[in-house]
């Protein structure tokens, strides 16, 4: 069965601190891809990057970071220099193989970012 | 990039009554739909898959009599909740899946459609 769990229910950071959200996510299968999306307000999810099984490179979008390990099944999200238009609720998510069927979400973190 | 609209983006309906959402993928076709379920301060949830002309797939624990599901076109899926409940007052969600071909298949998220039942 496949699983995405982000324990960090919520998280409360003053402007500027970087913080990091957690995703680890269970899986037997081989080919997969992990997502991040941010949920702000208005309920709209909005993509923040995807990542297939064989790509273990982290990458960097401006404040934005992921680290994906599969060695721990994890994909945490680093976001650096928080701003609180950061503040949102985030959400991980897994789905198998290439067709991109079912998205398995994990239950979000929801970010406070303070001024 | 591609964009899945959603209408209504909120709808309030008396107990008893059926409201149906739309699903339409703006600039590509979609062969499979997806409809999600997203309780407040909660996780979205599959509801079901939606094929276009034919049958829609059902998560389980899901009613099928209850939530409808057409998808009639390759841009065009609805989900009609019947005799409503508050207990359906929700946040759904449907996305879209653009097929490219291989690894570059992706889904699309709509914004949502809130659904409050009086």
């Known amino acids: 069965a496949q699983k995405v769990t982000q324990a960090q229910t919520e998280i409360s950071v003053v402007e500027k601190e970087d913080v990091t959200l957690d995703c680890v996510y269970e899986t037997r299968d081989t080919t997969y891809y992990l997502f991040w999306y941010k949920q702000p307000p208005s309920g709209e999810l909005v993509f923040l990057i995807r990542?297939?099984?064989?790509?273990?490179q982290n990458e960097i979008s401006g404040r934005y970071s992921w680290n994906f390990q599969k060695s721990t099944s994890s994909f945490n999200f680093t976001i650096t220099a928080s701003q609180v238009v950061d503040s949102a609720v985030y959400f991980c998510?897994?789905?198998?193989?290439?067709?991109?069927?079912?998205?398995?979400f994990g239950s979000g973190t929801k970010l406070n970012v303070k001024p | 990039g591609a964009v899945v609209s959603q209408h209504p983006s909120w709808v309030i309906c008396k107990s008893g009554t059926s409201v149906k959402i739309e699903c339409r993928s703006l600039?590509?076709?979609?062969?499979?739909m997806f409809w999600y379920r997203q309780f407040p301060k909660q996780s979205l949830m599959l509801m079901a898959t939606s094929n276009e002309g034919s049958k829609a797939t059902y998560e389980q624990g899901v009613e099928k009599d209850k939530f409808l599901i057409n998808h009639a076109s390759l841009t065009l899926s609805t989900l009609t909740v019947t005799s409503a409940h508050p207990e359906d007052s929700s946040f759904y969600i449907c996305s879209a899946r653009e097929e490219t071909g291989g690894s570059l298949d992706t889904q699309y998220f709509g914004p949502g459609t809130r659904l409050t039942v009086l």
């Open positions: 990542r297939n099984s064989f790509d273990e």
């Open positions: 998510a897994l789905t198998l193989g290439y067709n991109f069927n079912k998205f398995y």
């Open positions: 600039d590509f076709q979609a062969t499979t």
